[in-house]
C-alpha cells in the first residue's frame, strides 16, 4: 500500500491569478506550488518569481484542476482576469472574453504526485466544489480554504474529508488590512472595534 508523503513546508495554491497569495506564501517561508489555468498569468508568474522558481521554492502548473483528468474550454475575462472561469457564465461577465482549451487534472492526483501540503488554497471561480471532490480523506490537508456558495455543499464536503471547525469569512466586508499576531488580542479587539 502506497502513503501518501506529507509536506508540512509546502502549500498548494489552486487559482494562483497575480501571484498576491504566492507571494505571501513565499515570504512567510513556506514551498509553493501554483496552479494556474491561465497560460499568460503562468508565463508572467514565471517572471515574476524567477528566483523563487530558480531555487526550487515555487513550482508553477499551468493546468486546470476538475473532477477528471481531460481537456475543459477555459473562458478568460478579460475585464477581470480574477473572474476567468471555466463556468461559461462567470467567464463570458462583462462581455469580454476569450476561449482557450486547457488541460485538466484532479486535485487527488496533484497531491498524489507532490505530497499532501500544510495548508490548500482553492479560489477558482465556480469550479472549487467540483475540485474537491476528487479528494480522500487521506488527501485532507490540516488546512485549506475554500470560496463558499450558498447554492453548493462544499462544508457536507469538507465533513466528509474529517474537517470539524470551519472558519467563515464574508468577502464583502473582508478588509486587505495588515495581518495581526495571534497573540496581539488588544490590537485585533480595536481593529474590529473600528470596523463596526
Given at each position: 500500500?502506497?502513503?501518501?508523503?506529507?509536506?508540512?513546508?509546502?502549500?498548494?495554491?489552486?487559482?494562483?491569478?497575480?501571484?498576491?497569495?504566492?507571494a505571501y506564501y513565499l515570504h512567510k517561508g513556506y514551498r509553493v506550488l501554483a496552479i494556474e489555468a491561465d497560460p499568460l498569468l503562468c508565463e508572467k508568474a514565471r517572471g515574476t518569481f524567477s528566483e523563487a522558481v530558480?531555487?526550487?521554492?515555487?513550482q508553477i502548473l499551468n493546468v486546470g484542476i476538475a473532477g477528471s483528468s481531460g481537456s475543459l474550454t477555459f473562458y478568460r475575462n478579460l475585464t477581470n482576469l480574477g473572474?476567468?472561469?471555466?463556468?461559461p457564465e462567470l467567464g463570458k461577465t462583462g462581455g469580454k472574453y476569450e476561449q482557450i482549451t486547457?488541460?485538466?487534472?484532479?486535485?487527488?492526483s496533484v497531491m498524489e504526485r507532490h505530497g499532501v501540503p500544510h495548508y490548500l488554497k482553492v479560489d477558482i471561480e465556480g469550479f472549487d466544489e467540483i475540485s474537491l471532490s476528487t479528494l480522500r480523506p487521506e488527501l485532507a490537508p490540516p488546512y485549506i480554504s475554500a470560496e463558499l456558495n450558498f447554492a453548493e455543499s462544499i462544508l457536507e464536503r469538507l465533513k466528509e474529508l474529517g474537517y470539524l471547525t470551519f472558519k467563515l469569512i464574508n468577502q464583502d466586508f473582508h478588509?486587505?488590512?495588515?495581518?495581526?499576531?495571534?497573540?496581539d488580542t488588544m490590537w485585533r479587539m480595536l481593529r474590529k472595534m473600528g470596523r463596526l
Open positions: 500500500m502506497n502513503t501518501i508523503k506529507q509536506s508540512p513546508d509546502l502549500i498548494i495554491d489552486v487559482g494562483m491569478c497575480d501571484g498576491g497569495d504566492t530558480a531555487g526550487e521554492r515555487l473572474q476567468s472561469s471555466f463556468d486547457v488541460d485538466c487534472v484532479t486535485l487527488a478588509t486587505s488590512s495588515l495581518e495581526i499576531a495571534q497573540d
